[in-house]
């Protein structure tokens, strides 16, 4: 049983497009993220939601949407894509706001 | 203030041998230290945490030791094998505000 999935797990798209992520947890958690990992490797966090509600909204364009349309899914959608946006992409959830459950992550690549 | 500043950038050790991962901190608010390991093509998993109450915590063959003092915390690896060559990272948190600091991470690399 996957504890966190993402899809797709490599997406490959053209400068300007929009594209989306999707994110499931059947962990019964309350709490969702999404992190962007560069090609550094360093983590960065983008979105938090608990219970469905936005509470972390970092300085990320406004070229990205998070949704969640229940506690189990959060789903992330990039507008108008850039060169720079090519990074792997973690959607992650928590119980409490602790100990963090990464799925396994989305390469995008943007030509 | 909100930076955890991790080092090293990476490392290599023999097998068997204990490599030490060290990260600092400067907000004293922060009261959640995990460390998370990641291979190639995977997500960060939980590895060990530990809280401030504590001066270190023991996993396995994984040990967290905390200066709170110091504003430091390490990760020790005792018995290195080949298996634990991964990206290691150190995090730090506050309780309630849902949000991981990360740390640079530690590429490691056991011979065997």
């Known amino acids: 049983d996957t504890a966190v999935s993402q899809t797709p797990k490599y997406l490959v798209t053209q400068m300007g497009n929009d594209k989306s992520i999707k994110c499931e947890q059947n962990l019964g958690h309350d709490t969702m993220y999404w992190y962007k990992q560069d090609s550094k490797k360093f983590l960065k966090i983008m979105f938090s939601?608990?219970?469905?509600?936005?509470?972390i909204n970092e300085t990320v364009p406004n070229r990205f949407s998070p949704k969640s349309p229940d506690k189990a899914h959060l789903n992330l959608h990039i507008n108008s894509l850039e060169l720079g946006d090519s990074a792997v992409y973690f959607c992650a959830s928590s119980p409490r706001s602790d100990t963090q459950y990464f799925g396994p992550g989305t390469r995008l690549t943007v030509l | 203030q909100q930076q955890v500043k991790q080092s090293p950038q990476s490392l290599i050790v023999q097998k068997g041998g204990i490599p030490i991962i060290n990260c600092a901190y400067e907000?004293?608010?922060?009261?959640?230290f995990p460390w998370y390991q990641q291979f190639p093509g995977k997500g960060p998993a939980l590895l060990i945490a530990?809280?401030?109450?504590?001066s270190e915590k023991k996993e396995g063959r994984f040990t967290i030791s905390f200066n709170k003092s110091a504003k430091q915390f390490s990760l020790h690896i005792m018995d290195s094998q080949p298996g634990d060559s991964a990206t290691y990272f150190c995090a730090a948190s506050t309780s309630g505000t849902y949000k991981y600091i990360f740390g640079t991470g530690t590429r490691l690399k056991v011979l065997a």
């Open positions: 530990i809280r401030p109450d504590v």
């Open positions: 939601y608990n219970n469905k509600e936005l509470i």
């Open positions: 907000n004293t608010a922060f009261d959640y």
